[in-house]
């Protein structure tokens, strides 16, 4: 009998779809993985699984969930706990400040009675028992063959071992049925990796069902029984790992059409180089850069992909001097200076953030502000002298937004609209007509088309097209592989902070898998 | 055990060891005859030590400093104002006082931690600005409407006008009438024999932490000896004073310090119960949630509940220790004595060592005794160094503020330190040294 069994599940948010009846399940004793790609569904499905109130507030899922055979209605966290169902979380749940068995136990504790609680009869004014939750942790600590202290401040601890105080704490819990490991490996190093996957099959020995997200191919084949691939929202199969190998895991959790627009011009091989990056580090918050060199071509569009917390994103907020950068860039010749974002934009480098709300737009200022500001600060243009005062020339900036309205069809009721109330599509034209403005020789676009319609999607896709025929240089980082594969002349993969290789648009689907899942170099052996 | 560095030390401590250089700096220049010192010191020691007790909580819970204390103390003043107005004196005068305080500063600190869980974050500057408002309020009720609309039975409580309450309420003359000194008067002690009694506590406190350390670590915490050997020492010290000719005159002449054994012996009552609170589930929600109130919730406590009850704890405890410093000082300034306690209990916690989020019982008392200490003695060295006594007043003020300003700058400073180096090391968190001494950050 399965412990975890979800059937037939599906959800949509607000008219989309999700989920489309996706099965899955788990037995006693299993690990489980369940593959996909961001935006696969795994997390929905987990949202469901858990009861959180995401799910609650937009009108539910359709299917059933049952453990033990039991069907059941999960409808919070905690409800969730008490079936015995625990979570290790990709960002950890621990106090940093508390020791490691004051994490296990985190209002889990164990008390002894006192005179007031005696009295008062209020479990919350009994005394903690640090001697016995020291010797809870210590148990749990003890199943997972970890040796630290459990005084041990978590706060000093490796990443590693935080991992490690996560499942102690579930494994604490009594009646755990079903353990959820939410990407642990991806925060860890490969040794580390390996000690969390032989904890994982110590506990599967126990008779707990595992269910194992990852997007490393090599991990779902060295410790998974079974795996379960999600794309788009849909379940593509089930398999026993022996029957399967790393090069269908990654066709299957890829595959799918790829258009490829038509291009007028394709890039020679052998182009000039318009900036050349050499060992770039970038420390970015959750897209850290571990040291990517590559070489850009005059003229070419460049993706940059890869799945998402591997470092893509990283790489063009480095080289605007968004983040803290260290490595060294040479731009048309010259010697770029790192970490200082005016410079990049004086050097004639343009970008459009990933984070349209957050940087990419000032969201309380009008149409025409946002297009022409970058340009008043860096190049000094739409202004005028009076006396000594220098003022925005209005009539200009007029003309120029009314000019980048109709050229980016920015749909809207006037150039002196607040740019907040447009929609995401629009505002991401906002942000591209504000790079154009600048006449950049290279733009950087990151996730242009993330949050918004297919329509505006088509139209920013050819604009960028049309600025590439123009003769400008375009790094497109996204999320999203066969937009990077219907316009790219080549696209980098990005893994861990690194480069794993650098693709054609019409390579093959397990290509582009398995260099999204790190194991490229490993299968092909480095082939190219 | 935690690797000694003396940078680390001396970094952790500035703002401490600031003071107790200033200190140190101020008594050797005002050559103030010690036991007048010492005397002085006991009744401010006295005074304050309830009130910055009362901050602890909000701390520990993630709450910052809680200059919200005001709004305890003016329910403490209310019930001093009512029992003065009835005529209630002595100890059962004072016990009505707290009595009668309970129920509105826990009204009261219901409404500010509801308050506080509206502005989650700014909840220093909102407690500070509510502390202005709430002393609006006070100024309507006690020069407005007291007389007029409330009637006050006792007329010479009253402005000759007829409506308000005088600027200062004379709370008795220390022999029986009124609250004043009903407390201190049960017990004193001359001073050699109180600090032996309270020092050979003390070590048996610590000779009892040091057994029961076994029992909870599996091995004795011998860094528990040192507080245990320096605690005996001083009852040694205190004992010889007591009982013997040793020491020199001007020394002995301490022993015309009377210690009011009663009150001392409710603030170390009140140390021990923050002490007991902190131990039990409710402390540790307490502290769970001051760390991280997405995983405390996570985790099933509940946030907005534990905060609330830490800011009702906080001004009850604010409420009974500001009674407590009426008691001792005999005199009730209406319509400033609750103003600045905030401000001094806050300063006094944080030149203990305390910080926006980490606060103790013995910070709280180290802090009331370097802060007063240096606050009775800066007129006497301003009259030493400038021969004028009013510099040494406007030091008072520099050494409050800049006490609060020096300490949260450092506080900001080393956060912003720390996560400056945490943001430049290149690879980011991962990068963790795959092999550390896990036994290095052992508590």
């Known amino acids: 009998m399965n412990v975890l069994e979800m059937k037939d599940i599906s959800k949509d948010y607000f008219g989309n779809r999700v989920l489309k009846n996706v099965n899955l399940s788990v037995k006693p004793g299993e690990i489980h993985a369940l593959l996909g790609e961001n935006g696969a569904g795994k997390s929905t499905l987990m949202n469901i699984l858990f009861g959180m109130s995401v799910i609650q507030t937009t009108g539910g899922f359709e299917g059933e969930v049952s453990i033990n055979g039991q069907p059941t209605n999960i409808v919070s966290p905690h409800q969730a706990m008490d079936e015995g169902i625990g979570m290790v979380h990709q960002e950890f749940m621990l106090i940093p400040g508390f020791t490691i068995s004051e994490n296990v136990k985190l209002n889990r504790e164990l008390t ?43 706060s000093g601890l490796p990443v590693g071992y935080m991992q490690f105080v996560e499942i102690a704490r579930e494994i604490d819990k009594t009646g755990l049925k079903v353990l959820v490991f939410d990407e642990p490996t991806a925060v860890l190093t490969e040794s580390e990796a390996l000690n969390l996957m032989d904890a994982m099959k110590k506990l599967a020995n126990e008779g707990i069902g595992i269910l194992f997200i990852t997007h490393r191919l090599d991990e779902v084949i060295y410790c998974a029984d079974r795996v379960t691939i999600l794309r788009d929202g849909e379940w593509v199969a089930t398999k026993e790992t022996d029957d399967t190998n790393v090069v269908e895991l990654a066709e299957l959790m890829v595959g799918r059409k790829v258009e490829i627009l038509p291009k007028d011009k394709k890039v020679a091989e052998d182009a000039d180089i318009i900036m050349s990056i050499s060992d770039l580090h970038v420390n970015m918050p959750g897209e850290t850069v571990k040291g990517v060199d590559l070489e850009i071509r005059k003229g070419e569009i460049l993706g940059i992909g890869g799945l998402a917390g591997q470092g893509k994103i990283g790489i063009a907020n480095g080289i605007m001097g968004l983040y803290p950068t260290t490595g060294s860039i040479t731009y048309k010749g010259k010697t770029l200076k790192l970490n200082d974002t005016k410079s990049t934009l004086d050097s004639g480098i343009a970008f459009v953030s990933e984070d349209r709300r957050g940087i990419g737009l000032l969201l309380d200022s009008s149409i025409e502000d946002n297009i022409a500001i970058t340009s008043m600060q860096v190049k000094g243009q739409f202004l005028k002298k009076a006396g000594p005062f220098t003022l925005r020339d209005k009539e200009a900036i007029r003309e120029h937004a009314n000019q980048m309205i109709e050229e980016f069809d920015i749909r809207c009721l006037g150039p002196n609209q607040f740019s907040k109330r447009l929609s995401g599509g629009n505002q991401q034209k906002v942000c591209l007509a504000r790079a154009v403005t600048l006449a950049p020789d290279l733009l950087l676009v990151s996730e242009p088309t993330r949050g918004i319609d297919i329509g505006a999607k088509k139209l920013v896709l050819d604009n960028l097209i049309k600025l590439n025929e123009e003769g400008m240089t375009i790094i497109m980082t996204s999320s999203e592989l066969a937009e990077l594969r219907s316009i790219s002349d080549r696209i980098v993969i990005v893994n861990e902070g690194k480069v794993e290789g650098i693709l054609h648009p019409e390579d093959s689907d397990a290509d ?4 999204m899942a790190g194991t490229y170099n490993k299968v092909r052996g480095g082939a190219k | 055990m935690r690797n000694f560095s003396l940078k680390r030390f001396f970094i952790d401590n500035i703002v401490t060891i600031i003071f107790l250089t200033l200190t140190i700096a101020g008594i050797l220049i005002a050559q103030q005859p010690i036991h007048i010192l010492v005397n002085d010191i006991v009744r401010r020691f006295a005074r304050n030590t309830f009130l910055v007790l009362a901050l602890i909580i909000p701390v520990l819970a993630g709450m910052g400093l809680n200059f919200g204390i005001v709004v305890g103390a003016m329910a403490a003043q ?55 408002f709430a002393q609006g309020v006070w ?44 407390l201190a008067n049960l017990s004193q002690m001359p001073f050699f024999l109180a600090m032996t009694v309270f020092l050979g506590i003390l070590s048996l406190i610590y000779l009892v932490r040091y057994l029961r350390s076994k029992q909870i670590k599996g091995q004795r ?55 007991w609170l902190i ?23 509940n946030v907005d509940r534990t905060r609330i009850i830490a800011m009702i704890t906080s001004t009850v405890m604010a409420a009974m220790g500001h009674i407590f410093l009426l008691e001792n000082l005999g005199v009730l300034n209406t319509y400033g004595s609750h103003v600045s306690i905030g401000l001094y209990s806050v300063a006094a916690l944080l030149v203990g060592g305390a910080t926006v989020n980490r606060a103790t019982v013995g910070q709280a008392f180290l802090g009331v005794l370097l802060f007063h200490t240096l606050f009775y003695i800066a007129p006497f060295a301003g009259k030493v160094l400038l021969n004028d006594a009013q510099n040494g007043e406007y030091f008072r003020n520099i050494v409050a503020y800049g006490a609060i300003g020096l300490s949260l700058v450092l506080y900001a400073w080393k956060q912003a330190n720390h996560a400056h180096n945490k943001a430049m090391r290149p690879e980011g968190d991962d990068a963790a040294p795959a092999t550390i001494d896990l036994s290095a950050d052992t508590e």
Request: proline share 3%; charged share 15%; net charge positive.
């Open chain 2, 78 to 132: 209310a019930a001093v104002i009512f029992v003065a107005d009835m005529g209630w004196n002595g100890l059962f005068g004072l016990s009505m006082a707290i009595l009668i305080s309970i129920p509105i500063s826990i009204i009261l600190g219901w409404m500010i931690g509801k308050l506080l869980n509206k502005t989650r974050g700014l909840e220093m500057i909102t407690s500070l600005l509510l502390s202005l």
């Open chain 2, 139 to 182: 100024l309507l009720i006690y020069l407005a409407l007291m007389g007029r609309f409330i009637p006050i039975r006792t007329k010479e409580l009253l402005i000759p006008g007829g409506i308000g309450i005088r600027n200062t309420v004379n709370l008795g003359d220390g022999m029986g009438t009124g609250i004043k000194y009903s």
């Open chain 2, 279 to 301: 131990n039990t589930k409710l402390g540790q929600d307490f502290r769970s949630v001051g760390q991280s109130q997405s995983i405390a919730a996570v985790s099933g406590i």
């Open chain 1, 112 to 154: 002894k009675h006192n005179l007031v609680s005696a009295v008062t009869r209020n479990p919350r004014m009994e005394t903690i028992d640090i001697a016995r939750n020291a010797k809870d942790a210590r148990a749990a600590l003890d199943k997972l063959d970890i040796g630290i202290d459990e005084y041990t401040r978590v």
């Open chain 1, 512 to 515: 582009f898998g398995l260099m």
């Open chain 2, 221 to 275: 915490d011998k860094w528990l000896l040192i507080p245990l050997a320096v605690s005996l020492l001083g009852t040694l010290i205190m004992f010889l004073g007591h009982s013997t000719m040793l020491y020199p005159a001007s020394i002995l002449r301490l022993n015309e310090v009377d210690i009011p054994m009663v009150t001392y012996g409710l603030i170390i009552l009140v140390g021990l119960f923050v002490n």
